[in-house]
């Protein structure tokens, strides 16, 4: 691979940064990466599958390169991450443990905003013998979630107070104020994780009892949340909240729900898509791309139902009226259309990606909007204070037409986690998440001093 | 390790088998390979994490040798790989790739009866260069079905038959003539198949038309199979049946089915412990050994739900009668016990999973039966023959206190594909199931001498 070289001849080994993966969330990190290495000694390697994306986001910047990288190819990942002395993997989540291994077996350190899974907490013990940092749920939700969840915990520990109730919102959706879609929402991560969303179920807490709910019911279990600011929204459950439980020190918590936040009617709405089981990774549908969008929902109906057109068999399948809201959402998505779907890839769930893209886009005269609400319930056992209810809340719009409050969230954590590492800041080794002052503390600061703050209120409760 | 020594000084070097898992279905293969062993220059290695279970199926042969065998100990897994002439996996699914790589890497053949994954697939170009061959679905279900339809679709298509419908059924069951328990089920083979089946949807075609059945569905969508010497059978789908068109040779089709049989009554009960949620290897339940059953299932419903007792509240929830026969099944299965449930593992999934262990063994008084059924619809294009229906039906008894009829019907095929690999009468590589004639056909040679024979019956149709 070709390389620019450095400005000026170092005095400093030059940094490498890899950075692998250069869709939707990746644009501001690369670019922010490539800002601060023209002021140091870095040199910010961006590889991806489509070089042109690459290519696009590094832009011709004098201290980065774009390369064709194929995490399928074994030669060519392992070659990449030994020549980094940082990985910054931003890799669809069934990558991490390929990236992870190569990481540990090179000795280098991984940064990650994918879930933590258990093919790279098994190599916690490797990596911590080889000295290697493996961070993972660096971004938005997971990432600065944890850190300001972590952060807010230990200020009210340190005054005295026992959490009893814990529950953690996170969200990326259009802004409020502007023209909106029929189902309120706009695709600006990877649409997979959007379509696979709840596929392993979900648990959590709430009043000491726990609740597990599969996959087919996820999207029946919502619940308002009222943010401020945006108004009114829907919860649902997201994956497994009692994972935190140790990592947050919450043990004697009785309510442990972490949510994902949607304008009210998308949870309804896609519940259906799940009950006729269109987010399906496994089964190859032979001859997809030519098949229209009708013809692959018609498979997913039995064949005894002898209602005339596709919608009223739908509505008739799945018990809801023909005529109502939802429907017209399925309606509006395209999934009667006699169109050829004409996508990549051979599953139910490639067309499903291939739809949000299409009909979800976030488009140029469009703003997105994160937000993260955490709602602590707080005793205090000595009664030196009566119990508080403390919210804090970030929310942060993007630009029209610039990067997204995605991309910036996402890349601001992350791009302040690689100047740790490459400071020599960090002597955390092994299988990590943000939960480390050493980690979220620095961060925290950074992110805040780029504008992402967290407002807190705190009521008194009976 | 030790290694018993060969019992004469051997002219032609002595052929290594690594036989991995020892449980259920690898009963008949290991004593049916030290027989063939004694009387051939092969040596068998039995690994299984619990060594005490190797050795009770070694039973101290002079040709055999148990070992503890963990999969996830790559030095060990490497150098006993490299040890051997051929290599039977026989460990649960999700290691297959793991074998399999390594098996590549040493230049080692694999025999598998589990189906052949994706990660398995795309080591066919590395295993073709190396002239290793990586053989998968090759006990019953996935195994002897494909190979005995092969066969009888080849005799077809010599006559000029078209083949118009293909449904094939497959399943290890109690036999008929014996006391029964209410689930009318036993386990004769890994239970954690049993917990998790369907989990990834099935999709079949019918009459030109393809249908696709998520997991929450897979159970309510039966059908009725008369057997002849067995009586009514109820089938649901298995997996993905159009993964077989190509592998068949049967593009021009119009239905194609795989299903698999239970006793009827058997999908209705699973049916509803799916739409719970219980098979779930996702979601790890903090405590899950100290809990009781019924504690873990309350942990499925919602909260809202006002009646005073567990099963009152599951069926209102799952809206089936709190006094019918599916109650009563999950009753007896002991769902709503009180004891501790005492398990290994943290899931849903493995609390099931020790459920079925307990409540539908095996025992020595009992009799297991395995029937493969085909019903092929063929039609003559030149018109010298009238439409035929052809049923090709193996029913094999196991023996009470003696090998299941699963094993046995397992073990069978594997053991003959062992010898043909050995003798070096089978020059395949890559990866492949056992759809090719130069496998199939000296197999069922062989297997019907040691007993399995297909009843074939052709119906004259209209």
Redesign the interface.
């Known amino acids: 691979m070709a390389r620019a070289p450095p400005q000026s001849p170092p005095k400093i080994p030059v940094k490498q940064i890899l950075v692998l993966g250069a869709g939707h969330s990746s644009a501001f990190l690369i670019s922010h990466l490539l800002e601060l290495a023209s002021r140091r000694q870095w040199f910010v390697t961006v590889g991806d599958l489509d070089l042109d994306l690459a290519r696009d986001r590094v832009a011709e910047h004098a201290s980065g390169n774009a390369i064709h990288f194929d995490v399928?190819d074994e030669l060519l990942r392992s070659a990449q991450i030994q020549n980094a002395d940082v990985v910054v993997n931003m890799l669809p989540p069934a990558y991490q443990d390929l990236v992870a291994w190569d990481c540990v077996n090179h000795g280098r350190h991984m940064l990650s905003v994918s879930y933590q899974d258990q093919a790279v907490r098994?190599l916690d013990s490797d990596a911590r013998k080889k000295g290697v940092l493996l961070l993972c749920e660096l971004g938005l939700d997971p990432g600065i979630d944890h850190m300001s969840a972590m952060a807010l915990i230990r200020r009210l520990h340190d005054r005295g107070g026992q959490v009893r109730g814990f529950r953690s919102y996170g969200s990326g959706i259009p802004a409020p104020d502007q023209p909106q879609n029929p189902l309120r929402y706009v695709v600006t991560w990877n649409p997979r994780n959007v379509v696979m969303s709840g596929e392993?179920?979900?648990?959590y807490m709430?009043n000491g009892?726990?609740?597990?709910?599969?996959?087919?019911?996820v999207f029946h279990h919502t619940w308002e949340v009222e943010v401020d600011g945006i108004g009114t929204l829907e919860a649902y459950p997201n994956r497994?909240s009692?994972?935190y439980?140790d990592a947050f020190g919450l043990e004697g918590v009785e309510t442990m729900v972490r949510g994902t936040l949607r304008y009210p009617g998308w949870s309804e709405t896609w519940a259906q898509i799940?009950?006729?089981?269109l987010p399906?990774e496994?089964?190859?549908?032979?001859g997809l791309a030519e098949r229209s969008y009708r013809e692959v929902v018609?498979?997913?109906l039995?064949?005894n139902i002898t209602e005339a057109r596709t919608s009223q068999r739908i509505a008739r399948f799945l018990n809801i009226s023909p005529t109502g809201r939802i429907m017209e959402n399925l309606r509006w998505l395209g999934l009667f259309s006699d169109e050829p779907i004409g996508c990549e890839g051979e599953t139910?769930a490639a067309m499903l990606i291939h739809l949000l893209e299409r009909k979800l886009p976030l488009t140029d005269e469009l703003r997105d909007v994160v937000v993260l609400v955490h709602e602590l319930e707080v005793t205090y056992p000595n009664g030196e204070r009566t119990p508080e209810r403390v919210t804090s809340t970030m929310v942060s719009e993007g630009e029209a037409g610039g990067f997204t409050a995605m991309s910036r969230t996402v890349g601001l954590p992350t791009a302040a986690a690689v100047q740790l590492l490459l400071d020599g800041e960090l002597s955390l080794t092994g299988c990590q998440i943000p939960t480390h002052p050493s980690i979220y503390e620095p961060v925290l600061r950074e992110i805040s001093a780029a504008g992402l703050k967290f407002t807190e209120k705190t009521e008194h409760m009976e």
Chains 1, 2 share one sequence.
């Open positions: 399928n098994d392993a179920g979900a648990q709430e009892r726990i609740k597990i709910v599969p996959f087919h019911q497994d009692l994972a439980l799940v009950r006729l089981g399906n496994n089964l190859r549908i032979p018609e498979m997913f039995p064949l139910a």
